[in-house]
């Protein structure tokens, strides 16, 4: 039988830097906060070569035109984890470490999205791109992700 997890997750700003990581259950290989600063900057980059490169619509000249939203990558898997990415209207970049049986990894890093507006956004303390230290907002994510 496979086991339905959550291993981590990290919010990258709109400017490619780290700005929270949790891991929530073992399973991945254990990384150093170095480790973690470079992923984050790696995958910004990435993602951004991956909105620039998908197959380009045919030409529309039609009055009212706009040029259709690319997302970049959404989705990495692999045989041992699945990576689900949300990118904000912002910009900010939800990536969600999971097993690859999980279901709705969509809806699990937009309910993650949510906690972070409610516990982070909401908080007249936080500082927009700086690191994330909100006592209740770990406590909410623990509480939502990780799985008796």
Do not use: W
Request: net charge positive; glycine share 8%.
């Amino acid at each position: 039988m496979s086991r339905l997890v959550v291993f981590a997750l990290l919010i990258i700003n709109k400017a490619g830097g780290l700005i929270y990581n949790r891991t929530f259950a073992p399973g991945l290989q254990k990384l150093d906060s170095n480790d973690y600063l470079i992923l984050a900057g790696t995958f910004h980059g990435i993602h951004a070569i991956s909105r620039s490169i998908n197959p380009a619509p045919l030409a529309q000249h039609l009055p009212g035109y706009r040029k259709p939203l690319t997302t970049g990558i959404e989705s990495l898997e692999s045989s041992h984890f699945r990576l689900t990415c949300f990118q904000t209207p912002t910009g900010v970049k939800f990536l969600l470490f999971t097993s690859p049986e999980q279901p709705n990894t969509d809806v699990v890093v937009r309910r993650c999205y949510e906690i972070y507006g409610d516990y982070v956004m909401k908080n007249p303390f936080y500082s927009m791109e700086m690191p994330i230290r909100v006592e209740k907002f770990d406590r909410a994510l623990g509480g939502y992700l990780v799985r008796p």
